[in-house]
């Protein structure tokens, strides 16, 4: 294929930044970590106190959050920047290598693999 025939492949799939993650990668494995040892809706609940602090929100979460949203929010971003990553992924070379880059929208780290001609 040819680099103008694999950027038509690439355009066919959106590819947007979502924006930075809520937690940085430590905070998300520590959280994911406390979450797994929740055992009681007591762990859960602090939990959510904790979770509450690190973000220091007023607001508590809601007592009724349950593993599964929790997890969701761990993972989650703080805003979706939307930028086209179709176009950051078509200045680089076609070269196959995996890229660590900054969103040029938001800044947000993201992770890419370049696709290769051949
Ligand atoms: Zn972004």
């Known amino acids: 294929m ?6 038509v492949e690439i355009s066919k799939v959106k590819r947007v930044c979502r924006g930075k993650p809520l937690f940085e990668q430590a905070t998300r494995d520590s959280l994911t970590a406390k979450l797994g040892a ?3 809706d007591e762990h859960r609940i602090a939990l959510l106190a ?5 973000l220091d929100i007023k607001a508590s979460l809601p007592a009724d959050m349950g593993g599964h949203a929790i997890q969701s ?5 703080k805003e ?3 930028h086209d990553f179709n176009k950051v992924i078509s200045t680089y070379p076609f070269d196959g290598k995996i890229r660590d880059v900054k969103c040029p929208g938001c800044g ?7 696709p290769s001609v051949e």
């Open 108 to 114: 947000a780290p993201q992770h890419f693999q370049s």
């Open 80 to 82: 979706n920047c939307g």
């Open 73 to 77: 929010l761990i993972y989650s971003f």
């Open 38 to 40: 929740c055992r009681t």
């Open 50 to 54: 904790h979770i509450s602090t690190i």
């Open 2 to 7: 040819t680099r103008e025939e694999i950027l």
